[in-house]
């Protein structure tokens, strides 16, 4: 069983960055694609970025492309989301997702989900 631990949530100021980082168990963590998606309170969970399991794909949704950058550290079993200049918009609870497959980067996430790491943006 895939299990995923996010961190890194808190509130920040509008146009101020944060980092969320996830964990993911196991010793396959490259063979998998990962993504974040978000779910703000009366909204569907939307898909935000995903990366392939080398690390050398990445996609973004076009509300956060060029503020948000993904990335990942293979030898840590770690993805990173690194956001900057957020937004209120932003605010939502973030799920880190772990996709069977190192080439599914499609934006439609499926596979195993964390629990999430809420996100606060304040104006």
């Known amino acids: 069983q895939v299990q995923l631990v996010e961190s890194g949530g808190g509130l920040v100021q509008v146009g101020g960055p944060l980092r969320l980082s996830c964990v993911v168990s196991g010793r396959t963590f490259s063979t998998y694609a990962m993504g974040w998606s978000r779910q703000a309170p009366g909204k569907e969970r939307e898909f935000v970025a995903v990366i392939g399991g080398s690390g050398g794909t990445t996609d973004y949704a076009d509300a956060v492309k060029g503020r948000f950058t993904i990335s990942r550290d293979n030898a840590k079993n770690t993805v990173y989301l690194q956001m900057n200049s957020l937004k209120p918009e932003d605010a939502a609870v973030y799920y880190c997702?772990?996709?069977?497959?190192?080439?599914?980067?499609?934006?439609?996430?499926?596979?195993?989900w964390g629990q999430g790491a809420q996100v606060t943006v304040s104006s």
């Open positions: 997702n772990a996709r069977p497959g190192p080439l599914m980067v499609g934006r439609s996430p499926y596979g195993y």
